[in-house]
T-cell receptor, first 113, second 116 residues
Framework: AQSVTQPDIHITVSEGASLELRCNYSYGATPYLFWYVQSPGQGLQLLLKYFSGDTLVQGIKGFEAEFKRSQSSFNLRKPSVHWSDAAEYFCAVKARDFQKLVFGTGTRLLVSP | GAVVSQHPSWVICKSGTSVKIECRSLDFQATTMFWYRQFPKQSLMLMATSNEGSKATYEQGVEKDKFLINHASLTLSTLTVTSAHPEDSSFYIC????????????FGEGSRLTVL
Protein backbone atom coordinates (compact mmCIF):
# COMPACT_ATOMS: atom_id res chain seq x y z
CA ALA A 1 0.00 0.00 0.00
CA GLN A 2 1.10 3.56 -0.65
CA SER A 3 2.33 5.33 2.46
CA VAL A 4 4.37 8.23 3.74
CA THR A 5 6.38 7.94 6.93
CA GLN A 6 7.83 10.66 9.08
CA PRO A 7 9.53 8.70 11.84
CA ASP A 8 10.17 11.64 14.15
CA ILE A 9 7.13 13.02 15.96
CA HIS A 10 9.09 15.74 17.75
CA ILE A 11 12.52 17.19 17.18
CA THR A 12 14.24 19.83 19.29
CA VAL A 13 17.09 21.78 17.77
CA SER A 14 19.14 24.59 19.20
CA GLU A 15 18.90 27.88 17.38
CA GLY A 16 21.71 28.11 14.85
CA ALA A 17 22.16 24.36 14.64
CA SER A 18 21.49 22.31 11.55
CA LEU A 19 18.26 20.44 10.97
CA GLU A 20 17.23 17.31 9.12
CA LEU A 21 13.67 16.01 9.04
CA ARG A 22 13.16 12.55 7.64
CA CYS A 23 10.57 11.38 5.16
CA ASN A 24 10.24 7.97 3.57
CA TYR A 25 7.61 6.85 1.12
CA SER A 26 6.35 3.63 -0.31
CA TYR A 27 5.04 3.99 -3.85
CA GLY A 28 5.25 1.93 -7.01
CA ALA A 29 7.05 4.62 -8.97
CA THR A 30 8.70 7.91 -8.18
CA PRO A 31 5.90 10.22 -7.09
CA TYR A 32 5.72 13.96 -6.75
CA LEU A 33 7.22 14.95 -3.38
CA PHE A 34 6.47 17.96 -1.22
CA TRP A 35 7.32 19.52 2.10
CA TYR A 36 4.84 21.83 3.80
CA VAL A 37 5.08 23.85 7.00
CA GLN A 38 2.20 24.71 9.28
CA SER A 39 2.25 27.21 12.11
CA PRO A 40 -0.30 26.73 14.92
CA GLY A 41 -3.82 27.45 13.76
CA GLN A 42 -2.68 28.25 10.25
CA GLY A 43 -2.94 26.68 6.85
CA LEU A 44 -0.09 25.00 5.02
CA GLN A 45 2.75 26.73 3.24
CA LEU A 46 4.70 24.95 0.54
CA LEU A 47 8.42 24.88 1.31
CA LEU A 48 9.62 22.98 -1.73
CA LYS A 49 8.72 20.28 -4.19
CA TYR A 50 10.36 17.64 -6.35
CA PHE A 51 8.93 16.59 -9.68
CA SER A 52 11.97 15.50 -11.67
CA GLY A 53 15.53 16.48 -12.54
CA ASP A 54 18.08 17.61 -9.98
CA THR A 55 17.58 15.55 -6.85
CA LEU A 56 18.64 18.39 -4.55
CA VAL A 57 15.80 20.86 -4.36
CA GLN A 58 16.03 24.37 -2.97
CA GLY A 59 13.02 25.89 -1.27
CA ILE A 60 11.97 28.97 0.59
CA LYS A 61 13.28 30.14 3.95
CA GLY A 62 16.66 28.48 3.39
CA PHE A 63 15.31 24.92 3.28
CA GLU A 64 16.45 22.23 0.91
CA ALA A 65 15.56 18.59 0.39
CA GLU A 66 17.26 15.71 -1.31
CA PHE A 67 15.45 12.97 -3.18
CA LYS A 68 17.15 9.61 -2.88
CA ARG A 69 15.50 7.03 -5.06
CA SER A 70 17.47 4.11 -3.63
CA GLN A 71 16.28 4.94 -0.14
CA SER A 72 12.79 6.13 -1.10
CA SER A 73 13.51 9.21 0.97
CA PHE A 74 13.01 12.95 0.68
CA ASN A 75 14.63 14.47 3.75
CA LEU A 76 14.34 18.14 4.55
CA ARG A 77 17.38 20.09 5.70
CA LYS A 78 18.37 23.51 6.87
CA PRO A 79 21.94 24.48 7.78
CA SER A 80 21.04 26.95 10.53
CA VAL A 81 17.70 26.96 12.29
CA HIS A 82 16.00 30.15 13.43
CA TRP A 83 13.50 30.42 16.28
CA SER A 84 10.81 31.31 13.75
CA ASP A 85 11.22 27.88 12.15
CA ALA A 86 9.40 26.26 15.08
CA ALA A 87 6.31 24.71 13.50
CA GLU A 88 4.83 21.47 12.23
CA TYR A 89 6.38 20.05 9.09
CA PHE A 90 4.57 17.69 6.76
CA CYS A 91 6.00 15.58 4.01
CA ALA A 92 3.46 14.82 1.29
CA VAL A 93 3.47 12.52 -1.69
CA LYS A 94 1.35 12.35 -4.79
CA ALA A 95 1.38 9.63 -7.41
CA ARG A 96 1.98 11.03 -10.88
CA ASP A 97 -1.13 9.48 -12.32
CA PHE A 98 -3.36 10.05 -9.34
CA GLN A 99 -4.96 13.09 -7.80
CA LYS A 100 -4.64 12.43 -4.09
CA LEU A 101 -1.98 14.09 -1.99
CA VAL A 102 -1.08 11.90 0.97
CA PHE A 103 0.47 13.43 4.04
CA GLY A 104 2.87 12.00 6.54
CA THR A 105 2.03 12.24 10.21
CA GLY A 106 4.11 15.37 10.64
CA THR A 107 7.14 16.36 12.70
CA ARG A 108 6.90 19.09 15.28
CA LEU A 109 10.04 21.18 15.39
CA LEU A 110 10.94 22.92 18.60
CA VAL A 111 13.79 25.43 18.63
CA SER A 112 15.64 26.00 21.87
CA PRO A 113 17.56 29.21 22.65
CA GLY B 1 2.15 31.42 -6.21
CA ALA B 2 -1.51 30.68 -6.59
CA VAL B 3 -3.79 31.91 -3.83
CA VAL B 4 -6.55 29.91 -2.21
CA SER B 5 -8.87 31.62 0.23
CA GLN B 6 -11.14 30.02 2.79
CA HIS B 7 -14.04 31.63 4.60
CA PRO B 8 -14.82 31.78 7.43
CA SER B 9 -11.50 31.26 9.18
CA TRP B 10 -13.35 30.26 12.32
CA VAL B 11 -16.94 29.55 13.18
CA ILE B 12 -18.86 28.55 16.29
CA CYS B 13 -22.26 26.97 15.94
CA LYS B 14 -24.86 25.19 18.00
CA SER B 15 -25.31 21.46 17.79
CA GLY B 16 -27.84 20.51 15.12
CA THR B 17 -27.22 23.48 12.87
CA SER B 18 -25.47 23.46 9.50
CA VAL B 19 -22.33 25.35 8.62
CA LYS B 20 -20.97 26.23 5.18
CA ILE B 21 -17.28 26.79 4.48
CA GLU B 22 -16.17 28.34 1.21
CA CYS B 23 -12.95 27.72 -0.66
CA ARG B 24 -11.99 30.03 -3.50
CA SER B 25 -9.11 30.04 -5.93
CA LEU B 26 -8.43 33.74 -6.36
CA ASP B 27 -6.12 33.94 -9.35
CA PHE B 28 -6.54 30.68 -11.18
CA GLN B 29 -9.13 28.16 -12.24
CA ALA B 30 -9.18 24.97 -10.23
CA THR B 31 -10.80 22.01 -11.90
CA THR B 32 -10.14 19.96 -8.80
CA MET B 33 -10.32 20.92 -5.15
CA PHE B 34 -9.70 18.81 -2.10
CA TRP B 35 -11.09 18.99 1.42
CA TYR B 36 -9.04 17.87 4.38
CA ARG B 37 -9.80 17.55 8.06
CA GLN B 38 -7.19 17.95 10.74
CA PHE B 39 -7.61 16.97 14.37
CA PRO B 40 -5.45 18.70 16.99
CA LYS B 41 -1.80 17.74 16.71
CA GLN B 42 -2.53 15.30 13.93
CA SER B 43 -1.96 15.13 10.23
CA LEU B 44 -4.36 16.06 7.47
CA MET B 45 -6.93 13.50 6.48
CA LEU B 46 -8.37 13.73 2.99
CA MET B 47 -12.15 13.85 3.15
CA ALA B 48 -13.12 14.23 -0.47
CA THR B 49 -12.05 15.23 -3.94
CA SER B 50 -14.22 17.79 -5.67
CA ASN B 51 -14.28 18.15 -9.44
CA GLU B 52 -16.04 21.10 -11.02
CA GLY B 53 -19.46 20.21 -12.32
CA SER B 54 -19.57 16.70 -10.94
CA LYS B 55 -20.23 14.92 -7.69
CA ALA B 56 -17.50 14.81 -5.13
CA THR B 57 -15.61 11.61 -4.46
CA TYR B 58 -15.52 10.81 -0.78
CA GLU B 59 -12.88 8.87 1.06
CA GLN B 60 -13.80 5.72 2.87
CA GLY B 61 -15.44 6.43 6.19
CA VAL B 62 -16.49 10.00 5.36
CA GLU B 63 -20.26 10.50 5.49
CA LYS B 64 -21.27 12.20 2.27
CA ASP B 65 -24.68 13.16 3.67
CA LYS B 66 -23.07 14.93 6.60
CA PHE B 67 -20.30 16.65 4.67
CA LEU B 68 -21.89 18.08 1.54
CA ILE B 69 -19.43 19.29 -1.05
CA ASN B 70 -20.35 21.41 -4.01
CA HIS B 71 -18.00 22.59 -6.75
CA ALA B 72 -20.25 24.70 -8.90
CA SER B 73 -17.60 26.80 -10.59
CA LEU B 74 -13.91 26.68 -11.43
CA THR B 75 -13.09 29.03 -8.58
CA LEU B 76 -15.41 27.97 -5.77
CA SER B 77 -16.00 24.84 -3.75
CA THR B 78 -18.10 24.67 -0.60
CA LEU B 79 -18.20 22.25 2.29
CA THR B 80 -21.40 22.15 4.31
CA VAL B 81 -21.37 20.34 7.63
CA THR B 82 -24.98 19.35 8.15
CA SER B 83 -26.59 18.81 11.54
CA ALA B 84 -23.27 19.50 13.20
CA HIS B 85 -22.33 17.79 16.45
CA PRO B 86 -19.44 18.44 18.85
CA GLU B 87 -17.45 15.59 17.33
CA ASP B 88 -17.45 17.50 14.03
CA SER B 89 -15.38 20.21 15.65
CA SER B 90 -12.14 20.31 13.76
CA PHE B 91 -9.86 22.28 11.46
CA TYR B 92 -10.96 22.00 7.85
CA ILE B 93 -8.54 22.87 5.06
CA CYS B 94 -9.19 23.03 1.35
CA UNK B 95 -6.69 22.88 -1.45
CA UNK B 96 -6.82 23.46 -5.16
CA UNK B 97 -4.85 21.93 -7.96
CA UNK B 98 -3.37 24.35 -10.46
CA UNK B 99 -2.44 21.83 -13.09
CA UNK B 100 -3.08 18.17 -13.56
CA UNK B 101 0.35 17.97 -15.10
CA UNK B 102 2.41 19.29 -12.22
CA UNK B 103 0.32 17.89 -9.41
CA UNK B 104 1.03 20.87 -7.20
CA UNK B 105 -1.62 21.90 -4.70
CA UNK B 106 -2.13 25.19 -2.93
CA PHE B 107 -3.87 25.34 0.39
CA GLY B 108 -6.34 27.66 2.00
CA GLU B 109 -5.77 29.14 5.44
CA GLY B 110 -8.11 26.65 7.07
CA SER B 111 -11.40 27.00 8.91
CA ARG B 112 -11.76 26.09 12.54
CA LEU B 113 -15.20 24.78 13.38
CA THR B 114 -16.37 24.55 16.98
CA VAL B 115 -19.73 22.93 17.63
CA LEU B 116 -21.22 23.62 21.04
Amino acid sequence: AQSVTQPDIHITVSEGASLELRCNYSYGATPYLFWYVQSPGQGLQLLLKYFSGDTLVQGIKGFEAEFKRSQSSFNLRKPSVHWSDAAEYFCAVKARDFQKLVFGTGTRLLVSP
Amino acid sequence: GAVVSQHPSWVICKSGTSVKIECRSLDFQATTMFWYRQFPKQSLMLMATSNEGSKATYEQGVEKDKFLINHASLTLSTLTVTSAHPEDSSFYICSAQTSIHTGELFFGEGSRLTVL
